[in-house]
């Protein structure tokens, strides 16, 4: 039987994650304010996406943070290619890190077409008339701004706007040599003139502890030496509402310092109906203890997102 909805009562996300929990096989087909997408599961696993020009994880990473969309699933529906190997779990996580950091892909639009009637020319910008010459003070008739531009200007006028010009130049030519004298001989007695030097001047040596190296994203770790933060203990919590059928996973935004406990923690976007577990999400993750995460073999204070599920 189709299930359809809006993301305003079940998110995509938690409608992946629920139809990937339960190994099932269907195509999800997404209606959004640009544009329509698609994406398939096959026994709860992601393998392809569509939505407008993009294929595979980055049309999923848009479908995914798309807004006001609505959606409708069909079971057993299946597809014949494959665009994405990566685990649900992963394209959960890097479709919101991706959506914080602001690097979602973008979506391509066409321009709207212009409607012309057969038989009819095709619009264009009107053209605007010149303006009219308009008689001065003495009743003489001044050019419009075309006709300033398209006739040459008088001879006597352009020698006396020349002679000022070259006023100009040579009052500039004196002021430069004046002030090149006067720095020369200001060198001289500084450095060259046989008169005592200015002493070198030694810069104060600064006893405020140097300031840690900022924070950085688990996921910008990838080079000699670095790693991302590992969990060393922790324990699930316990759901704050043992009754549902299925718990939901909560996002957290963690920061593990160098030492590696958590120095901070929020919710990756909020949800007003999972309050309590949400609460329960960071209550519990302030206690885990982490392997910190290294940049070049030394420990660094390292951000990275952290899905918590419920027992």
Not at 134 to 150: H, I, L, M, N
Not at 288 to 303: E, I, L
């Amino acid at each position: 039987m189709p299930l359809t909805g809006h993301s305003d009562d079940v998110s995509l996300a938690d409608l992946l994650q629920a139809n990937a929990l339960g190994r099932n096989t269907c195509r999800v087909m997404v209606t959004t304010p640009q544009g329509r997408g698609v994406f398939y599961l096959e026994e709860g696993a992601v393998v392809d996406a569509a939505f407008g020009e993009l294929d595979g994880r980055d049309a999923l990473f848009a479908l995914l943070s798309a807004r006001d969309s609505s959606f409708h699933v069909e079971s057993g529906m299946t597809t014949h290619r494959r665009t994405i190997h990566d685990e649900w779990q992963h394209l959960l996580i890097e479709a919101m890190r991706r959506e914080d950091g602001g690097a979602l892909p973008a979506i391509a639009t066409r321009p709207p077409l212009t409607v012309v009637k057969l038989g009819e020319p095709a619009p264009s910008a009107p053209l605007k008339a010149p303006a009219a010459a308009q008689p001065d003070v003495a009743g003489r008739t001044r050019p419009t701004a075309t006709e300033a531009v398209s006739s040459p200007a008088p001879a006597r006028s352009t020698s006396r706007r020349s002679g000022a010009a070259g006023g100009r130049i040579a009052a500039l030519a004196v002021g430069a040599a004046a002030l090149a004298a006067l720095g020369y001989f200001a060198a001289s007695l500084l450095g060259y003139g046989g008169a005592t030097t200015a002493p070198a001047s030694v810069a104060p040596t600064s006893t405020e502890p140097t300031a840690p190296p900022p924070a950085v994203e688990a996921s910008t770790l990838v080079g000699p030496g670095d790693a991302a933060p590992r969990l060393l203990s922790g324990e699930a919590p316990r759901s704050p509402q043992p009754d549902l059928a299925l718990s939901p996973t909560v996002t957290l935004r963690v920061l593990v310092g160098p030492d590696g406990n958590v120095s901070e923690a929020r919710v990756f976007r909020s949800r007003l109906d999972l309050a309590p577990f949400e609460e329960a999400a960071l209550e519990a993750v302030r206690t885990f203890r982490f392997q910190p995460a290294a940049r070049g073999g030394s420990p660094v204070a390292a951000w990275v997102n952290l899905p918590v599920t419920f027992r």
